[in-house]
């Protein structure tokens, strides 16, 4: 047997492109603006139409991991260079060049995440423009962030749902690079949220044999160890492996606040023919940390308590599984049709005790506190078709993807708590006094829902003209969830179907500069305890967006550098508000809008330096609620956002391999609640550093994160519980390559 290998461009027809200089005014001006750094327009003068042939997953020749796949096919992106973002998967779901995709894509690759010494993911997401750190659940999740002013949960692992059930949060150490969509993604992700969501890639086989040990440690107390190896496992190269192992112990800068965190992430993949492979893959996560609410706010005022200060019970640890396997088959049919098959099944558990403060003494010291005990399992099952071809239509060129979706989501969740007002479990807040007998748990909560859901969703790439594209695609979702209360008892059931359209433009005047705009909508049910949240008999309307934006990107210095600039509007209706009639219960009757624009640059500005940086304005307000006024600003969004990471690499002489650069990420004030109540979190500004070296097989790394000990809050769900950011930490870094 042969490998696969990358096919060659097929060329179905050829346009001749006038000279740029022919063109219209509008095209001269554009050119004028962005001609710095730009190629040669002379050099493209003519240019063809390549409908290129599909591939499965090619063994990538030139990097020690990943894979590498041709454009426009189904497929996973492997490695690239720097911070380099020239293809996304996440806009259309195939591998396609950024210039054609009429949405913001932006990518934060292997190299980023080195750079920056982080272990999850939550970390990365500080330099990723737009997006917001919302509640964290005690720091058993990374599930609840805002992406252009929209909450939303979804976090998916190549094309597949990580967030059902309360997983932890995603470990570092197997992913490849990490996209973050702005913008609606129902049409092809299904029920989502109009702001965006992130897509992890994952490491994949490689065809060069190698072994990478690494051990990072901090000043908080983290120990590390990871194991990142990969090659063939025959002699003919068909069958490739890569294998990711981290285990680690860690501190915290918060008092009694530990953990311990397991990966186990085996691939294998098979090529057993030159036109089929097969690809399976595990990721295995073992999770220990003490439940942490953070700090309180006095009088809706921050910083009379110290940011180490612990309030729940030490020793109260909650423990988290996650085991998922997902399953690919690639089949190529012809030079122009492709095929992918792929499951994912996981399964998990959370269990744990913790104590939360609900509410303060007149004293504003003596806090009263419940006993939280969870047990929580989930099984997740969902299998994907997809079927992918080109072909020309009247001289119209076309990418057309097909595909079938099947999902099953069965959840079981038990939690106990006591009753704060009754035993109130009390504490000092100023001096804490730990240990005190457990009060009796009189408060059940115990539910089973089971969720299915079929998806049909149709996608067209269309090529107009050498300058003009379009993208339309449409998603049909036949959704049913049963929801079973048995303590105390109740019922919700809802059958749903949804058509989630989405179309887009493209022109582009020169070769390296898109104009776009693009529209799209989301379809999210509300289920789990929201759904039964509702006067009986009653069920929730799922809540509906709508998503617009027009922007433009350019790819300088010979494509190695992408800017991207975006003006958008998200419109989200039947949110979840207070039912003004039943105390208690909630109406899907709410409405919220935000908009703004954003501006991001990522990729290399020369061989020596790499930045990833951009800035967000989000207005993001109620726009109907039975309780917020009209313009309330949304919790946890902040107008005015914004990062630069920037990194420089000596590529030559004595101090080749040595790297130098730093971070600054800029927050604006913003609500510390959801209810209007005047709590706002203050606006900050945090400066990161890093230094390393790489010597032949070796890299030695050094990361300052915050280093002027800036005091700041990244998130709250209430004045009870506000997360504080993390003060000066070191972190050291060592990796050895065979």
Not at 15 to 42: C, D, I, Q, W
Not at 289 to 307: C, E, M, S, T, Y
Not at 340 to 358: K, N, Q
């Amino acid at each position: 047997m042969r490998v696969l290998q990358p096919t060659r461009a097929r060329v179905h027809r050829r346009v001749t492109r006038p000279s740029h200089r022919a063109r219209n005014g509008t095209g001269l001006a554009l050119a004028a603006v962005l001609a710095a750094g730009a190629p040669s327009s002379e050099a493209r003068a003519q240019e063809s139409v390549a409908l290129e042939e599909l591939s499965v997953e090619a063994v990538g020749t030139g990097a020690p991991s990943g894979t590498t796949t041709t454009a426009g096919t189904i497929g996973l992106i492997g490695p690239t260079p720097g911070f380099g973002a020239g293809r996304a998967v996440s806009g259309t779901k195939t591998d396609t060049p950024q210039l054609d995709v009429p949405q913001v894509v932006t990518v934060a690759p292997r190299e980023a995440i080195t750079d920056l010494a982080a272990t999850r993911v939550d970390r990365v997401f500080n330099y990723l423009p737009g997006v917001a750190q919302q509640n964290n659940f005690g720091g058993l999740s990374i599930f609840s962030y805002a992406i252009r002013g929209v909450t939303t949960s979804e976090i998916y692992q190549n094309g597949f749902p990580l967030n059902r059930g309360t997983p932890p949060p995603p470990d570092a150490q197997n992913i490849e690079r990490i996209e973050v969509l702005k913008g609606p993604g129902a049409g092809l992700f299904g029920r989502s949220d109009p702001g965006g969501l992130v897509n992890i890639i994952t490491k994949q086989p490689t065809a060069q044999r190698f072994v990478e040990f690494g051990n990072q440690v901090d000043s908080f107390g983290l120990t590390r160890g990871t194991v990142d190896a990969g090659g063939p496992l025959n002699e003919d190269g068909t069958v490739l492996y890569r294998f990711n192992f981290a285990a680690q112990g860690a501190g915290s800068f918060r008092d009694f606040v530990d953990s311990d965190r397991l990966l186990v992430a085996p691939v294998v993949s098979w090529q057993i023919t030159p036109d089929t492979r097969i690809t399976v893959e595990a990721d295995i996560q073992r999770n220990r940390i003490i439940f942490d609410r953070g700090v309180i706010a006095i009088n809706k005022q921050l910083g009379f308590l110290p940011i180490s200060r612990f309030l729940g019970e030490p020793g109260q640890s909650t423990y988290q599984t996650q085991n998922i396997l997902q399953a690919r088959i690639d089949h190529r049919f012809n030079e122009d049709w492709q095929m992918r098959l792929a499951t994912h099944f996981a399964t998990g558990t959370l269990d744990g005790e913790s104590a939360e403060i609900r509410s303060i003494a007149s004293d504003n010291r003596t806090v009263a506190r419940d006993r939280n005990v969870r047990d929580y399992r989930w099984d997740v099952a969902v299998g994907q078709a997809d079927l992918i071809g080109r072909f020309d239509t009247g001289g119209i060129g076309h990418t057309l993807l097909l595909g079938f979706e099947r999902e099953s989501t069965d959840s079981r969740t038990l939690y106990l708590r006591s009753n704060f007002r009754t035993n109130p479990y009390a504490l000092d807040i100023y001096a804490p006094v730990y240990g005190q007998a457990l009060p009796p748990l009189t408060i059940p909560r115990n539910n089973l829902e089971r969720v299915t859901n079929t998806a049909l969703y149709a996608q067209d790439q269309i090529v107009l003209s050498p300058e003009w594209r379009a993208l339309v695609a449409t998603r049909v979702d036949i959704f049913e969830d049963s929801f079973r209360e048995r303590i105390p008892r109740s019922q919700a059931d809802q059958s749903r179907v949804a058509a989630s359209p989405r179309a887009g433009l493209i022109y582009q005047p020169v070769p390296w500069l898109s104009l776009y705009t693009d529209v799209g909508t989301s379809f999210r049910p509300n289920i789990g305890p929201d759904a039964a949240a509702v006067s009986p008999g009653k069920s929730l309307k799922p809540e509906t967006g709508q998503g617009y934006e027009i922007g433009a990107k350019a790819e300088l210095f010979e494509g190695n550098l992408l800017l991207t600039a975006a003006a958008f509007r998200v419109d989200r209706q039947n949110v979840l508000t207070p039912d003004p009639n039943n105390s208690g219960f909630s109406l899907a009757a709410g409405a919220v809008r935000s908009q703004g624009f954003e501006l991001t640059a990522q990729g290399q500005l020369s061989p020596e330096l790499k930045i990833l940086a951009g800035y967000v304005y989000a207005d993001a307000v109620v726009t109907k609620d039975n309780v917020l006024p009209v313009g309330a600003p949304l919790i946890n969004v902040p107008r005015h956002s914004g990062s630069l990471l920037a990194v420089y690499e000596v590529q030559g002489g004595d101090w080749k391999g040595f790297g130098i650069g730093g971070g600054v990420r800029g927050v604006g004030e913003r609500p510390g609640d959801a209810a209007g109540s005047g709590f706002v979190l203050p606006a900050y500004i945090a400066a990161d550093a890093l230094a390393y070296y790489r010597y032949e097989n070796l890299r030695f790394g050094l990361n300052v994160e915050n280093i002027f000990n800036t005091v700041y809050y990244e998130s709250s769900l209430n004045v009870f519980r506000v997360y504080p950011g993390s003060p000066r930490r070191f972190t050291g870094s060592f990796t050895v390559r065979f």
